[in-house]
């Protein structure tokens, strides 16, 4: 995309100013400079008038006569940062510029022109004004079809990567969505090469640092965002400018130029739209599951008053008040395979399980609020007389449960839905519901005695079902107690408060190691702190001399400004080191 101002190479094509007969004597290196406006001058103090951006025109007869005076001329608007300067010959000189002129043109980098044939001014900065105006209203027109386009995309809820190649489309660059672990979340190259855009990205990312929210670095060439909604952000968005090297500062060897104000338009409204679709909830079950899942939702995310969900599920026939309450969540150990049996086949393995679940209360004569909550999960919210009856009915669902699965795989299903649309593609249950040779994993979380605490259970119920994917053991039912610290990190991994305490932790080592990628010091940290502190166990580990190892223990002591003797600096580190494998791991 063009920038809004016209070039000095761009005004010097320009009609009016070609009858000129234009000659570049000095400071060609500096053509491709953006032109602001255009001003007439006579007098040699014409600085001090300026604000940089300017193509100076002149006829001369006011400039200085002598030398020093024609260098303090040129100095002066060098130093405003002026785009060029234009002299029109016949008046005060000539054949030409005065060398000395030049030359000093020459040494400031700023471009100086000889108009050789007298020209009138005015026609110059009509045209070139007009080209100004011209591209500004191009940018207003562009903005708007930014903000259309966006609005557009959030009320549809466009997936994110619907979002970003839009992006891509209307600015022509590259775009990547990261989270707060510099992981790729999406991308659209642009038409460029995906490999090359994203060969060691981590790294690379690192050393994109923005000086704000929305702001353009010019060392990498990256306009950067941040993606969030509610204050709380999740990742970044960046869009690389220029595109490519035919940018006018790659040409001329300049810094690169700041991208145009649409475009930082355009990255901030995609930010938005990518913060708000994550907030959209689509959900196209029958009236009575979507109630269950719009009351199990809003007890995740405190979107109603505890008060209007009681009311509303009491009149589902869910009593909730007064009751012991425990929430569990049911899914299948493999992800969604739609990729090879087609993009419907995910859906119906979740409502297969929806179903599947559904018949499994019934059969254990259980009252629950029940719905699917993400894409791969079902959950439940067991409303129980008494604190007492809860090990017997979560062990009367989960033999429910098994039951239903195993009857769906022998075709001989117990449940109302459809034998065939139950069994598809999932083996039998062979030892226990959460058994490693199970095809489901149930899960549930600490029972609570009130509503408003409901959704405590229910998110630890979710966090253990993720968490236990990583468990091969058999067991019915997994509970708080059974999921390790690696597993608990691994289901937190999208959260970004535990990437802001890895970012906190380990980002000064990671900038390190992705600026010195052959000291690999992140992987001595981790042989020492999995050495249980032991520095001669952990110079083996890391294949290093005992000196070697000490040295590099110091080094990262330094970067990370730690005590790496202390117990507790070092237990802080080693989650840290946890939960960036659990982030890294998909």
Known sequence: MAAVFPTVREVLALDPVRHGAPRVVAGDAGLDRPVRWVHVAEVPDIATLLGGGELVLTTGIGLPADDAGLRAFIGDLADVGVSGLVVELGRRYVSGVPRVMAAAAERRGLPLVELR?????????????????????????????????????????????EVIRQAAELSGCPVVLENLSRQVLGYDPAGESAELLLDGWEQHSRRIRPAGRTAYDPDSGWLVTVVGARGQDWGRLLLRWPASGDAPSARSGEPTVAPPTRLTILIERAASTLALGRLIRRDAEGLERQLHRTLLTALLDHSRPVDEVALRA???????????????????????????????????????????????????????????????????????????????ALSAFAGALRRVRLDAGTGRATSAADPSRLGSGVDPLRGGVGGASAGLIVAAGSGVSSLREARRSLVEARQIVEAARRDRRDLPIFRLPHVGLAGLLHLLRDEP??????????????????????????????????????????????????????????????????????????????????ALEAVRTP
């Open 497 to 578: 408060r535990l990437q802001t305490f890895v970012e906190r932790e380990l980002g000064p080592l990671l900038e390190y190691d992705a600026q010195h990628p052959r000291e690999r010091l992140l992987d001595t940290l981790r042989a020492y702190l999995e050495q249980g502190r032991n520095k001669s166990a952990g110079a083996a580990a890391a294949h290093l001399s005992r000196p070697a190892f000490y040295e590099r223990l110091a080094r990262i002591a330094r970067i990370l400004d730690v005590d790496l003797d202390s117990v507790e600096a070092s237990l802080s580190l080693h989650v840290a080191l946890l």
């Open 117 to 161: 044939r007298a020209t009138p001014f005015v026609r110059i900065t009509e045209a070139v004004h007009a080209l100004i105006v011209d591209a500004q209203l191009t940018e207003l027109r562009a903005a708007e079809e930014i903000h259309q386009r966006f609005t557009d995309l959030s009320v549809e809820g466009a997936d994110a990567a």
């Open 314 to 392: 009491k009149a589902l026939g869910v009593a909730l008040d007064r009751r012991h309450l425990v929430g569990v969540m049911v899914r299948h150990r493999g992800d969604d395979p739609a990729g090879e049996n087609g993009p419907e086949a995910g859906q119906a393995r979740l409502r297969d399980l929806s179903e599947a679940v559904g018949q499994a209360l019934r059969e254990a004569k259980l009252t629950a609020l029940t719905s699917a909550v993400d894409d791969n999960s079902v959950g439940a919210l067991l409303a129980l007389p008494d604190a007492a009856a809860e090990d017997r």
